[in-house]
C-alpha cells in the first residue's frame, strides 16, 4: 500500500506531534445547570501513535472523540490537526479536509442499507471526488477479508463483517489519522480480537495515527498511550 504523506507539525509543538488538542471544552445547558461533558482538555498525539481513550459510560469520552475529529462542535478550545485548526476553517475547506484526511469509524456501523458493500466503502472517494484505485481497494478489502462480501447489502452481512465495511470505508482514502468510537461494542470477543489485529495492520501499511475510545481493557493493553476520562477530565497519558 501507499503512503501518504505526513502531517505537519501544529504550531510550537513537537515536530511528531500530529494531534492536539487545547483547553477543549464541551457544555450543555439544561436551563441553569450547566453541564461539562468534556472539561478543558489538553493532549497531544505522535505521529503513528495508538492512543486509547478509556473510560466509564457518560464520562465524556465519545463527546470528546467526535470533537477531535471534528464531528462535533466544542463550546471552546482548539483542535489542530497537523498544524491545521480544524474549527477555523470554513465549511468547504474543513469537508474536504476531513474527508481525504480523516477516518471515522462507529460503533454503530452507519452503513447506507440500500448501498451494496462495496458501494459503501467507496462513498467517501465519490464525496471527494477522488478516483477510484482498484488495486488499493482490492489489497484493502483483502487485508480486511470481506473482499467474497462486496455485492451484499449489509443486512446479508454479519456484524463483524458489516464494521469491517464500515473500517475499509473509513480506510478507502488513506487518512492520514483514524478515529474510532467503541468499535468493538457490537461485536462477540473473537471478531472483536480480529477487527483490532487487522486496523493494526492497516495502520502499520498505512503508517498512520490511530485514536480509539474503548471499554476494554484489553484492547487499551494494546496501545502506546491510554489516557482515562472521568466526568469529563481527562488523566494519563
Known amino acids: 500500500m501507499k503512503k501518504k504523506r505526513a502531517f505537519s507539525p501544529p504550531p510550537g509543538l513537537d515536530p511528531d506531534c500530529v494531534l492536539a488538542a487545547r483547553a477543549l471544552t464541551k457544555t450543555y445547558f439544561q436551563g441553569d445547570l450547566h453541564i461539562k461533558a468534556v472539561n478543558d482538555v489538553y493532549l497531544n498525539v505522535k505521529r503513528g501513535e495508538f492512543v486509547s481513550i478509556v473510560g466509564s459510560s457518560?464520562?465524556?469520552k465519545s463527546t470528546l472523540l467526535h470533537m477531535l475529529a471534528g464531528l462535533d462542535q466544542p463550546t471552546s478550545g482548539r483542535v489542530y490537526l497537523g498544524g491545521e485548526d480544524i474549527f477555523e476553517m470554513d465549511d468547504g475547506a474543513f469537508s474536504e479536509f476531513r474527508c481525504k484526511r480523516i477516518g471515522f469509524i462507529f460503533q454503530s456501523f452507519n452503513l447506507l442499507p440500500v448501498l451494496?458493500?462495496?458501494?459503501?466503502?467507496?462513498?467517501?472517494?465519490?464525496?471527494?471526488?477522488g478516483t477510484h484505485f482498484p488495486h488499493y481497494f482490492r489489497e484493502l478489502t483483502e487485508l480486511l477479508k470481506i473482499d467474497d462480501r462486496l455485492n451484499h447489502l449489509p443486512s446479508e452481512l454479519s456484524g463483524g463483517q458489516q464494521q469491517r465495511v464500515a473500517a475499509a470505508r473509513a480506510l478507502i482514502n488513506k487518512?492520514?489519522?483514524?478515529?474510532?468510537?467503541?468499535?468493538?461494542?457490537?461485536?462477540?470477543?473473537?471478531?472483536a480480537k480480529?477487527?483490532?489485529d487487522l486496523l493494526l495492520a492497516t495502520r502499520a501499511e498505512l503508517s498512520q495515527t490511530l485514536v480509539m475510545v474503548t471499554h476494554d481493557p484489553a484492547i487499551a493493553a494494546r496501545a502506546d498511550r491510554v489516557y482515562t476520562m472521568t466526568n469529563g477530565v481527562i488523566s494519563g497519558g
Open 58 to 60: 457518560g464520562s465524556g
Open 116 to 129: 451494496t458493500a462495496k458501494e459503501n466503502i467507496l462513498m467517501p472517494q465519490k464525496i471527494a471526488g
Open 175 to 191: 487518512p492520514d489519522i483514524l478515529f474510532a468510537d467503541e468499535p468493538t461494542g457490537n461485536l462477540d470477543a473473537a471478531s
Open 194 to 196: 480480529e477487527l483490532i
